[in-house]
């Protein structure tokens, strides 16, 4: 269990909050690089940590992030003119570059300097990994650029895409790195069904429960799932944790490719999370079927592209089969990602932790909890998370 006051302290991310402020200390993805697709093009809305924004790319190319609502009457800048490298208010036509600043204003006139008093919100950003970060904390404190592996592939071997969790961003994380859940939720029940998931003879299914192994490290920690097969053989399955809310795994590709694969809980609000997952080949390039990720359930065919909503989802009880629940898989629901989503979006917006039994199998989620609430400290006393 965790006392509902530290509850509070690691779930909550709005503005002025103490996970919020420590979340704002590292760079968080935003969107997608291909929802801007060329200089100019529509602007994007963009919800990060409570904060309403409006992303776009201008005519140099490059990426701004600024509050959603113009500072003269507050209307959104999302019905904005992206022209001439700013983004410019329809309602009186003010005018702001991707740094914040008022280069122009229509209803005011010139000799009065007035636009050089106005500045909007503004954060930084950079393209990297087919995602566009930002920095959105103090910016004598910013971070190191987030140059992790698969970031740094190209994309021909890499590949990202994301999908809205309605439910608190923790919720997500902890079972991203719950490793005792995953030869349950996500068994198939027959050799021969051809629905995704661990299949009877897969020694992840075959083993028996897990002893955890968790070794903690500068950035997080890494840990081993131990499971006995037998009385001379053993299934190690490994983790690692990047705070504040980055998952790394082995995995292989729908092609039979072996990869690295991971996610990203990255919460818009307290209710709501952008998963985004990515994955890249240790072989060769990524196949169109890979990119199509039916296994897990991320995919163009499952999430709307528009509004990156699970067209299976919690309104339809994600199209849960109970004739399947009974003769094919465990669950009766299919894709992974999409099992994962329907209980952890099941617990509620927050999970009232204070009602939990954890047992040794939890340690990980236990560890986790140690590291986020260290890190809230550590901000808090002025250090670096």
């Known amino acids: 269990m965790l006392a509902r006051e530290d509850n509070e302290l690691i779930t909550r991310v709005g503005p002025g909050t103490p996970m919020g402020n ?11 690089a291909w929802e801007l697709p060329e200089s100019d093009c529509a602007p994007i809305r963009v919800k990060l940590l409570g904060e309403e924004l409006v992303a776009f790319r ?9 509050d959603e609502y113009c500072p003269h009457r507050r209307v959104s800048m999302f019905f904005g003119r992206n022209e001439e490298c700013g983004l410019r208010c329809i309602y009186h036509g003010w005018k702001f570059d991707v740094e914040g600043r008022c280069v122009d204003m229509m209803n005011e006139p010139e000799e009065l300097t007035f636009k050089n008093k106005i500045r909007t919100t503004a954060y930084p950003t950079v393209e990297m990994g087919g995602i566009i970060w930002a920095y959105m904390g103090p910016p004598e404190l910013k971070p190191p650029l987030p140059q992790f592996a698969w970031t740094q592939m190209p994309a021909s071997h890499r590949h990202v895409s994301k999908v809205i969790q309605e439910s608190n961003w923790l919720q997500g994380l902890e079972g991203g790195i719950d490793t005792s859940h995953a030869p ?18 897969n020694p992840f299914v075959r083993g028996k429960a897990p002893a955890l192994v968790v070794d903690l490290t500068d950035y997080g920690y890494q840990y081993a799932g131990i499971r006995p097969l037998g009385e001379t053989e053993m299934h190690i399955r490994t983790y690692h944790l990047i705070l504040p809310f980055h998952q790394i795994r082995p995995s292989r590709l729908d092609s039979g490719q072996q990869s690295v694969a991971g996610h990203i809980w990255v919460p818009m609000d307290d209710g709501n999370t952008m998963v985004y997952n990515w994955d890249y080949s240790l072989e060769g390039p ?10 897990l359930g991320n995919g163009p065919l499952d999430v709307d592209q528009t509004t990156f909503r699970s067209r299976k989802n919690r309104h339809n009880n994600y199209m849960i089969d109970r004739d399947v629940q009974k003769h094919e898989t465990f669950s009766g629901i299919d894709g992974i990602n999409i099992q994962d989503r329907a209980l952890q979006e099941s617990m509620g ?3 009232d932790r204070s009602k939990e039994h954890l047992g040794p199998a939890d340690k990980a989620i236990i560890q986790a909890r140690r590291l986020l609430l260290q890190a809230v400290k550590t901000v808090q006393e002025g250090g670096t998370p």
């Open 349 to 351: 917006a927050v999970v």
């Open 22 to 32: 420590t979340m704002r200390r590292y760079w968080i993805p935003a969107l997608l």
């Open 286 to 295: 990524l196949t169109d079927e890979d990119r199509l990720e039916r296994g």
């Open 58 to 66: 201008d005519t140099e190319g490059r990426i701004g992030l600024i």
């Open 184 to 201: 349950i939720l996500h068994r198939v029940l027959t050799e021969n069904t051809s629905r995704p998931g661990f299949k009877p003879s």
